[in-house]
């Protein structure tokens, strides 16, 4: 099976949308990844952010509306920063 490369359609295809949506992803994804490494339920997560099971799964599902205050919000609950990279 031969291998494309998409960058170049990604590349001319990324709109503030498309970028926004994968900033959700890769915060999502560390947010898991924590959750795991910690050995936190959703309910452990949704109560240290002082937030019910359902609050916490719709931050978690609203991609890309997330606000740098839910992202505070992780990091506090999970004691860990979410730093963006400048590239």
């Known amino acids: 099976m031969n291998k494309v490369d998409l960058s170049d359609f990604y590349a001319d295809t990324e709109t503030s949308e498309t970028r926004a949506y994968e ?6 994804f560390i947010v898991h990844r924590e959750m795991k490494r910690l050995g ?5 997560l949704a109560k240290r952010m002082g ?10 599902n609203s991609q890309p509306n997330m ?10 609950a999970l004691g860990i920063n979410i730093v963006p990279k400048v590239t």
């Open 67 to 76: 606000t740098l205050k839910t992202i505070a919000r992780f990091e506090l």
């Open 51 to 60: 937030v019910s099971l359902q609050s916490l799964s719709k931050l978690l």
């Open 40 to 44: 936190l339920s959703k309910s452990d």
């Open 23 to 28: 900033h959700a992803l890769d915060i999502e």
